[in-house]
């Protein structure tokens, strides 16, 4: 925690900061308007992730618009001096992977992209958190993200479950009965 008040978010240091072509151009492109840089391109770290086709690569991205964001990603990371891991690279993949292959993902840590499947890396032993565009250029500029503490939630389960019914049927009962913060 780098700065705590009462009444306003938590101010949390960033470890490591994944970046992927879908996300990221609009968060250059205000780091560009705003006249700023990226605070710690050491520890940043892209990949072309979402738009890179899954056979053939030795052909070009059919969709133009994929190549567009493919060629974006690549020449952001190039002016803002952060490494990245393009179509052509061994270590390209899908970024909720490739961190942790890569070992850049480590226990401790507190871990952003702005990719829902983020919080994997908590299977690792890291703080991690899925965040929007917006997060994206606010971190890339101060390698800081804004998070109000999560409140707690407790349920009890008594007695014995039938034949058949397992943890995952309780959780689906509780989602059911107590909703979701978002979509289903």
Known sequence: VVRRAQGEPDLLYIDLHLVHEVTSPQAFDGLRASGRTVRRPDLTLATTDHSVPTTDWSLPIADPVAARQVAQLEANCAEFGIVCHGRNSP????????????????????????????ATHGAFGALAFGIGTSEVMNVLAT???LQNKPQTYRVEVTGSLKAGVSAKDLILAFIARIGTGGGT
């Open 91 to 118: 270590g390209q993949g899908v970024i909720h992977v490739m961190g942790p292959e890569s070992g850049a993902t480590q226990p401790g840590m507190t871990v952003v992209c702005g990719d829902s499947h983020t």
């Open 143 to 145: 390698q800081c993200l």
